[in-house]
């Protein structure tokens, strides 16, 4: 069975460019959650998603940041017109259902911005 | 609100000693706690997770940690660390309600002497 699966696992940004951050969750699996490591810091939660809804996105930025869990196709986290502040590596979990723990973690996207 | 402590940024210990990591949480009740392992560029794995019962929990990699709930504390142990031991170590709880949004520790890095 295939873990989550996270891509790319390296991208570059130039200043107010897009960034795409795409996650498969495990198979069967319909909570997908982002988390956010800044450099020398702990991950920080967030946002929540179910398949089609956004649960929880009380840990992300109001602006430029959002998600989406389509019903078909990977959870998508997107930063627009990033800044250098958008550097860190961004964690994708997922869960059978929201009570589900320990959720199963991706390798993470590490997102650099020039 | 919610918080993880890891007090310990550095830790160093030789090839074959034993090895503590110090874990402090605040929440009124008993949360879920887990500790994860991230070695470089990779993704977290997680070594051992505290849901209820006995309060020794073993871990993957001969690890193991021991939940006090007068101390509000969940430290790591390992009796003989390996150089391959050498990776990032963070500490995350779950609680209440919002268990799904994991409240992680800065982490504490482990560095092995040969």
């Known amino acids: 069975n295939a873990g989550v699966m996270q891509n790319p696992r390296h991208l570059v940004r130039r200043r107010g460019q897009e960034a795409r951050l795409r996650c498969s969750p495990v198979?069967?699996?319909?909570?997908v959650y982002w988390y956010r490591q800044l450099p020398e810091e702990g991950l920080k939660f967030m946002v929540y998603?179910?398949?089609?809804?956004?649960?929880?996105e009380s840990g992300m930025p109001k602006e430029r940041f959002s998600a989406e869990f389509p019903k078909e196709g990977p959870s998508i986290l997107r930063i627009q017109q990033v800044v250098r502040g958008d550097s860190a590596a961004y964690f994708c979990?997922?869960?059978?259902?929201?009570?589900?723990?320990?959720?199963?973690f991706g390798d993470g996207t590490r997102l650099s911005i020039l | 609100a919610q918080s993880v402590t890891q007090p310990d940024i550095h830790i160093t210990v030789s090839e074959g000693a034993s090895l503590e990591l110090r874990c402090n949480y605040s929440?009124?009740?008993?949360?879920?706690l887990f500790w994860y392992v991230q070695s470089p560029g990779q993704g977290l794995q997680l070594l051992l997770k505290?849901?209820?019962?006995d309060t020794l929990v073993q871990g993957i990699k001969g690890f193991e940690a021991e939940f006090k709930r007068s101390q509000s504390s969940f430290n790591l142990r390992k009796p003989s660390v390996h150089w391959s031991d050498a990776a990032e170590y963070f500490c995350a709880v779950g609680a209440g309600d919002s268990n799904y949004q994991l409240i992680w520790g800065a982490g504490t890095k482990l560095i092995i002497k040969p």
């Open positions: 998603l179910q398949k089609e809804n956004i649960i929880d």
């Open positions: 505290y849901f209820s019962g």
């Open positions: 198979k069967g699996h319909s909570h």
């Open positions: 929440y009124g009740a008993t949360p879920y």
């Open positions: 979990a997922s869960s059978p259902d929201r009570a589900y723990q320990p959720q199963h």
